[in-house]
């Protein structure tokens, strides 16, 4: 079984369109994560959730909106995409909060969204 | 902005040892020092983590001295399954901060 999941693993679409990415964990943790990866392979944090209140919100553009309908699912909606939206995006989980002893990330395979 | 130091690249023959230094100028007393792993097209996966002294699992030693300002990741014997860019973080209750990694390349 897939620890942490990510649908879909490949998106493309056009400049002003919605689009949403799914993350499904199944390890029971308490926290999920959402990073951006871009061209040049850094890896940033966007949002952090802690059973379903956000304790993380990096400066990232108000189109992007993290929704979490239960501890097991963070999903991550874009508004009004644009070019430099172009990015890996990788969901995370780990059993404690951001930081600290034993804070293992897993991440997902990555959703790889193309803006064109 | 990564709070880390560490070198962009190395190169290394398939069986050698392989140590990655990373610099942890910044890290606070209640941090500690995580290192993952990314293989291409993957997200990055957790290798190791300690806070000061030497650790070990089956995957690879992590070397911190006393004053925890740098580490030092040893692969032993690596294979060109090996190749991938290492991360180097200071993990305290706070953001992970990712900084450029190492990119790894073994070659046979």
């Known amino acids: 079984d897939t620890a942490v999941s990510q649908t879909p693993k490949y998106l493309v679409t056009q400049m002003g369109n919605d689009k949403s990415i799914k993350c499904e964990q199944n390890?029971?943790?308490?926290?999920m994560y959402w990073y951006k990866q871009d061209s040049k392979k850094f890896l940033k944090i966007m949002f952090s959730?802690?059973?379903?209140?956000?304790?993380i919100n990096e400066t990232v553009p108000n189109r992007f909106s993290p929704k979490s309908p239960d501890k097991a699912h963070l999903n991550l909606h874009i508004n009004s995409l644009e070019l430099g939206d172009s990015a890996v995006y990788f969901c995370?989980?780990?059993?404690?909060?951001?930081?600290?002893?034993?804070?293992?990330?897993?991440f997902g395979p990555g959703t790889r969204l193309t803006v064109t | 902005l990564a709070k880390t130091t560490q070198p962009i690249s190395m190169d290394s023959y398939e069986g050698q040892e392989v140590n990655i230094t990373c610099s942890h100028n910044?890290?606070?007393?209640?941090?500690?020092i995580t290192w993952y792993q990314q293989f291409p097209s993957q997200g990055p996966r957790f290798i190791i983590q300690g806070y000061k002294t030497k650790v070990t699992n089956e995957v690879a030693s992590l070397f911190i001295p006393a004053d925890r300002k740098s580490s030092t990741l040893s692969l032993p014997r690596v294979s060109l399954s090996d190749t991938a860019v290492y991360y180097c973080?200071?993990?305290?209750?706070?953001?992970?901060?990712f900084g450029s990694g190492t990119r790894l390349q073994v070659q046979p």
């Open positions: 390890l029971g943790h308490d926290t």
């Open positions: 959730y802690n059973n379903k209140e956000l304790i």
């Open positions: 910044n890290i606070a007393t209640n941090d500690y």
């Open positions: 973080l200071d993990t305290g209750r706070r953001a992970l901060t």
């Open positions: 995370a989980s780990s059993q404690d909060g951001a930081g600290g002893r034993a804070n293992e990330q897993y």
